[in-house]
Nanobody
Framework: QVQLVESGGGLVQAGGSLRLSCAAS????????VGWFRQAPGKEREFVGG????????SYADSVKGRFTISRDNAKNTVYLQMNSLAPEDTAVYYC?????????????????WGQGTQVTVSS
């Protein structure tokens, strides 16, 4: 069972950038497709983006397309979420998740493993 730990969250001004990391305990992490989700106060958890096992394929929600970039370093068992041009509406707890299937999926139930989340707060 893979354990996921997010880091890199914090407080940033609108227009700024943050890079989140998702570190996995499983040395076979390259076998997992990874998704990033976020949950704002009072809202449902939503898909942000995902990356395939090799990193060759990515998918993003329309709300972050062009601003966020997901990458991975399988040698380090880590996936990254680079967030640029942040806006107050990006404020949320960000979660990484993993699934053993090869295709990036957008549903919560498509992922088997979840991290504890990291808070991102964007001030106006």
């Amino acid at each position: 069972q893979v354990q996921l730990v997010e880091s890199g969250g914090g407080l940033v001004q609108a227009g700024g950038s943050l890079r989140l990391s998702c570190a996995a305990s499983d040395p076979t992490f390259s076998s997992y497709t990874v998704g990033w989700f976020r949950q704002a106060p009072g809202k449902e958890r939503e898909f942000v983006g995902g990356i395939s096992r090799t990193g060759g394929g990515t998918s993003y929600a329309d709300s972050v397309k062009g601003r966020f970039t997901i990458s991975r370093d399988n040698a380090k068992n880590t996936v990254y979420l680079q967030m640029n041009s942040l806006a107050p509406e990006d404020t949320a707890v960000y979660y990484c998740s993993a699934r053993l299937f090869s295709r990036v999926a957008v549903g919560l139930n498509d992922y088997d493993y979840w991290g504890q989340g990291t808070q991102v707060t964007v001030s106006s």
